[in-house]
């Protein structure tokens, strides 16, 4: 019986299931920067609070914050790799901007329907004006949380980080908010 019983604890237990926030496949088609409250370290001056409508047509092109298009493929579970781009016009001096973000994240399961999803990436932000044109690479790291609101339907929120390494442009932070589908 002895013998039985060492080689019974010996025989280890099969693992558990991991949480798994995304499955390995998942896509996700998103907005991002939908809203976006926050400023500048080095600048107390520089607060802003945006959302999609004053960035069509504003003058406002000190900053790195307006909507984007994202699309993240997890490539294992919960890792993805993706990326987002973005565009605004301005209007009040023919102002153009854009930006090429590639990133990898990782998402946690903190429930069936909430998730933490941080994100790292380094990419470029161009700006075009009637008086010349600027371009820097960007590093940006955010730390979104996902709510599935209905199946396939998420609502994302969280903190930013984003910082210009040319032409003196600046470190944005804040907190930001979007919407993307899950497939």
Do not use: C
């Amino acid at each position: 019986m002895g013998l039985g019983f060492a080689a019974a604890l010996s025989v280890p237990a099969p693992a558990e299931a991991a949480d798994i926030a995304v499955r390995k496949g998942t896509m996700r088609l998103g907005v991002e920067r939908l809203a976006n409250i926050g400023g500048r370290p080095d600048d107390p001056a520089t607060a802003f609070f945006m959302t999609l409508l004053p960035t069509i047509g504003s003058a406002n092109i000190n900053t790195m914050q307006y909507p984007r298009v994202a699309f993240d493929y997890f490539i294992i579970d919960n890792l993805s790799i993706g990326g987002s781009a973005g565009f605004s016009f301005h209007t009040a001096n023919d102002t153009v901007a854009f930006s090429l973000l590639p990133r990898v994240g990782y998402s946690f399961e903190l429930s069936k329907t909430f998730e933490f999803w941080p994100r790292a990436g380094f990419g470029v932000h161009v700006v075009d004006s009637d008086t010349g044109g600027d371009s820097s690479g960007v590093l940006t790291l955010d730390g979104m949380f996902v709510l599935e609101v209905v199946p396939h339907a998420l609502f994302e929120f969280g903190p930013f980080f984003e910082a210009a390494f040319a032409n003196n442009w600046p470190i944005e932070l804040g907190g930001t908010a979007g919407l993307a589908i899950e497939f």
